[in-house]
């Protein structure tokens, strides 16, 4: 079974960084993505990012301004989502999750909550001076 398991978030000061972390287990191919998303207080579940496993290519939310950077160790099954300059709206509970739709010979990038079918439990970004 698929499992996903969120760390790194924190309390961190406005202007600094994060990298939080997804270690994932359980998958027995490549044609997966795995995306960040966030649910900040008061407000919906928001798509971040997306990387792919088979093509290592990388995804963004254009609201996202410029400031996340996800990565994948997949020899260590771990994909990471680095955060700089925070901001205080930047405070959200960050959720990993795994979609496929990623067939080999047709992909279409995940950007939606419905696409992930396994998450993780997230891990609490706070960003507070």
């Known amino acids: 079974e698929v499992q996903l398991v969120e760390s790194g978030g924190g309390l961190v000061q406005p202007g600094g960084s994060l990298r939080l972390s997804c270690a994932t287990s359980?998958?027995?191919?490549?044609?997966?993505?795995i995306g960040w998303f966030r649910r900040a207080p008061g407000k919906e579940r928001e798509w971040v990012s997306c990387i792919n496993r088979r093509t290592g290519n990388t995804y963004y939310s254009d609201s996202m301004e410029g400031r996340f950077t996800i990565s994948g160790d997949f020899a260590k099954n771990t994909v990471f989502l680095q955060i700089d300059g925070l901001k205080p709206e930047d405070t959200a509970v960050y959720y990993c999750?795994?979609?496929?739709?990623?067939?080999?010979?047709?992909?279409?990038?995940?950007?939606?909550?419905?696409?992930?079918?396994?998450w993780g439990q997230g891990t609490q970004v706070t960003v507070s001076s």
């Open positions: 999750a795994a979609a496929f739709t990623d067939s080999g010979t047709y992909y279409r990038t995940p950007t939606m909550s419905r696409e992930y079918t396994f």
């Open positions: 359980g998958f027995t191919f490549t044609g997966y993505d």
